[in-house]
């Protein structure tokens, strides 16, 4: 059953930076559109930056500038570099493909979940 493997969480203070990766566990047929969600308890899930095929790039307002999403299509890996962070960012990041798989048609994955703390 193919998943995503999410990696890079973790505490970071004010202005520190981190870095997510997400990777699809094995080859599919497709994969169309990679992105990062974050949710905080009480809050919906808000997306944080998606990146197509194309590379045809999107950010929520509040990471513009900070945030920088890229995509290995080899290895069908997406990457979030988190610069400047600050403590609105804390929250539960998640990891989204969109894609087609060999006799199952249309996909959608969803990461675990990585957990992103900042906090001086």
């Known amino acids: 059953q193919v998943q995503l493997v999410e990696s890079g969480g973790g505490s970071v203070q004010p202005g520190g930076s981190l870095r997510l990766s997400c990777a699809v566990s094995?080859?599919?047929?497709?994969?169309?559109?990679m992105g990062w969600h974050r949710q905080v308890p009480g809050k919906e899930r808000e997306t944080v930056a998606a990146?197509?095929?194309?590379?045809?790039?999107k950010y929520a307002e509040s990471v513009k500038g900070r945030f920088t999403i890229s995509r290995d299509n080899v290895n069908n890996t997406v990457y979030l570099e988190m610069n400047n962070l600050k403590p609105k960012d804390t929250a539960l990041y998640y990891c989204?493909?969109?894609?087609?798989?060999?006799?199952?048609?249309?996909?959608?994955?969803w990461g675990q979940g990585t957990l992103v703390t900042v906090s001086s």
């Open positions: 989204k493909v969109v894609g087609t798989d060999y006799g199952v048609g249309a996909l959608e994955l």
């Open positions: 094995r080859p599919i047929l497709s994969v169309e559109i």
């Open positions: 990146i197509s095929k194309g590379d045809l790039i």
